[in-house]
């Protein structure tokens, strides 16, 4: 078996195991376990060792899993482990089925043992093929009675659930007689927590597992909503509420949109959310990942129901579509709309002005307001969340429109548009219509808080949708960028998982538009910071950089051929007393200067210099108020030059800090020496640089390795095979 290393190659697993085998409670004894080998060998030939007669009646059985060894899992095995030669999985599971036929019903040795050896997928399917599951079926169902008095019916429906989760397909051949048996005892009072337990797990495994539509319809009947709501309500046995939610899941999974939908009145019914989030989600302790996976499957079956009306658009021949519509201006606007209360403001010769003038403050985009509900996602949805902000949050609606109408026209934030487009961007976050996985344990605890969570959880969100557009100071050609602002709010809250609708309005309302720039940047700046540490660029800024740095020599000598203008002091240091300029000449080998000037105010050309210097003539660059001898200790930007051919100096005070590093870097470049200055512009250009390069690359991963390179071909010798 080939497994991955660190850097993506592939390494093969080791084809000699060294393990030990062991016999009939013996010493084990040490064995080099070629994985080359036939299985049915390698157990021939510990039999010899062993002298033990009639191998093919023989297996390995892991000493410490009590699992058998087979041509599919001997792949697993690692040095030192300890196998057992045992009897096969058949005959096994012959003796076990001849113990289970002849054995007395009061007998409670045979049920453990069976509970136990179902565990294992090869015994497991022996059994099943010799008749146990048959024979296992008809003990439960004949003499239940009696398994319970003798304290095995939780083995006996132990073994039950291990032997058809191994074997699989058996779970719709079960007898409808004996899935109703079992759902009596999943409803019962029965305070036996394993048989309370087991029962709803075979029935959660016969609705999702099976393709029986009588037995499917059976467990329906028999285990209701509001069974399953005594269940949940019930403080501790968490294997029982999670057992219990399995079985509501598998209806709703198996169930079609009205079947679900039935279900789902009837979970709001008998508060089912409330009674999850009162023992489960509210409570200190942290919650089991099969728990989690029941809770994140019945939040994504619940959301699902809003599939539907998400892709539905607005239909002007349906009676509930044209209810929904017209309650929006008579819950916001009841006196405007008093007139227009009969009157299909949609349909040509409609209510004319007044009614375009209602839809038009109510932020609508087109003048019949039900064309904006044409686009799916969110279709009538949007509306529905519409009306139930305006009726139940009827004070926050109105603050919404009243906080808009003082502003101007085209810094107004538009209510129904607002909604429209919010209800899309929630049905997105929260995968509204997307398949839900059995294996997730991500779910919102605000989810179990509220019956009516979508709707809340929107009126919540525009809220802030208008907060954010008055802190953006925004306008109506800024709205997609404050819907682009409100998910990174809305995503970077739910992160931290609100317990409930106030405490997700304080999170929101915590999360300002100031702190989500903050957010962006830092996330950006570890991306940079990961991509930046990532050895082929670094690799790649090394050989870079010195390309950057003579970059910045040639500009700091640049600088120094276009010249500057220098201070000069009296010899008392206390005055200015003229200035004077130098330059250095094209060919970098010269500099030229002038003598102090009191009319110096320009930079002269070359011609007009007429002292000069030959760079190799400079001995040494002094720099500070400290070595420069003839310093101005009022000036602070002051540089000498020491000649080669005397103990003169030429010195120079800048006019300013960026003049100063200039000149003392370009003479450090002069005469070979490292720049003082230049650190910043160098990781300036060199961050521009690699930012230009890595353009192509953005947002992905960059290896720490190059990729391995396929060994040559067995040949050259191609052709085209459709030529």
Known sequence: MATADGDGSKKQAPAIIKLAVQWDNKQPVLYDFDQKQPLAAIVRAMCQRWGVQTPDRFAFKHIDTNTYITEKNRQNLANGVILKLTLSPAIEAGNMFERLRDAPPTDPQVMRDLAVMCKDVSFANEFAACGGLKTLAARIEEKSEILLESSQFGSALTALQELLDNTGNYWGQLSPSIVAKICCFAVSTNPDALIMARSLSILESVVASSNNAELISIVREKITVQDIAKHLQQTGDMDRKVNALGVLNAQMSRASIPERQDLYKDACSFRLREALYSTVVSQKAAVPVEMAQQLHLFQALQLSL?????????????????????????????????????????????????????????????????????????????????????????????????????????????????????????????????????????????????????????????????????????????????????????????????????????????????????????????????????????????????????????????????????????????????????????????????????????????????????????????????????????????????????ELTLDFVAEDEKQFSMWIDGLRVLLNQPMDFANDDIEMLLNMDMKLRLLDVENAPIPDQPPRIPPDPPNLDFYYKDY
């Open 306 to 646: 809003i599939g539907s009306r998400m892709q539905t658009k607005f239909d002007k021949d349906n009676r509930v579509h044209m209810v929904s519509l017209q309650a929006l201006p008579q819950s916001v606007f009841p006196d405007e709309y008093s007139a227009l209360v009969r009157r299909p403001t949609f349909a040509p010769g409609g209510p004319g002005l007044a009614g375009a003038a209602i839809w038009k403050k109510l932020g609508f985009v087109n003048a019949n307001p039900a064309q904006d509900f044409d686009e799916v996602p969110p279709g009538v949805l949007a509306l529905e969340c519409l009306v139930f902000f305006a009726r139940s949050h009827h004070d926050q609606c109105n603050k919404f429109l009243l906080d808009n109408a003082g502003r101007r026209e085209t810094h107004q934030c538009p209510f129904a548009r607002s909604g429209i487009v919010l209800t899309k961007l929630l049905c997105d976050i929260l995968h509204v219509g997307e398949v839900a996985s059995e294996v997730a344990t991500s779910y919102l605890p605000i989810f179990y808080s509220t019956e009516s969570f979508f709707e809340e959880f929107f009126s919540v969100c525009i809220q802030l949708l208008n907060k954010t557009w008055r802190e953006m100071g925004a306008s109506g050609v800024d709205f997609e960028k404050v819907i682009a602002v409100v998910r990174k709010q809305i995503t970077e809250v739910l992160k931290l998982n609100p317990a409930n609708m106030a405490d997700l309005k304080r999170h929101l309302w915590e999360m300002t538009y100031s702190r989500i720039i903050g957010i962006i940047e830092e996330e950006k700046e570890r991306v940079e910071d990961v991509t930046t540490r990532a050895k082929p660029v670094v690799e790649l800024r090394d050989r870079i950089k010195p390309q950057v740095i003579e970059l910045v020599k040639r500009q700091r000598l640049l600088h120094l051929t276009e010249g500057a203008l220098f201070h000069t002091f009296s010899n008392r240091g206390r005055q200015l007393r003229a200035n004077w300029c130098c330059r250095l000449s094209p060919n970098h080998r010269v500099l030229h200067w002038n003598a102090p000037d009191d009319n110096c105010t320009h930079v002269l050309p070359l011609e007009e210099l007429p002292k000069k210097v030959a760079v190799s003539e400079i001995r040494e660059l002094l720099i500070g108020r400290d070595r420069v001898p003839n310093s101005v200790r009022s000036q602070q930007f002051q540089f000498a030059l020491r000649l080669s051919d005397s």
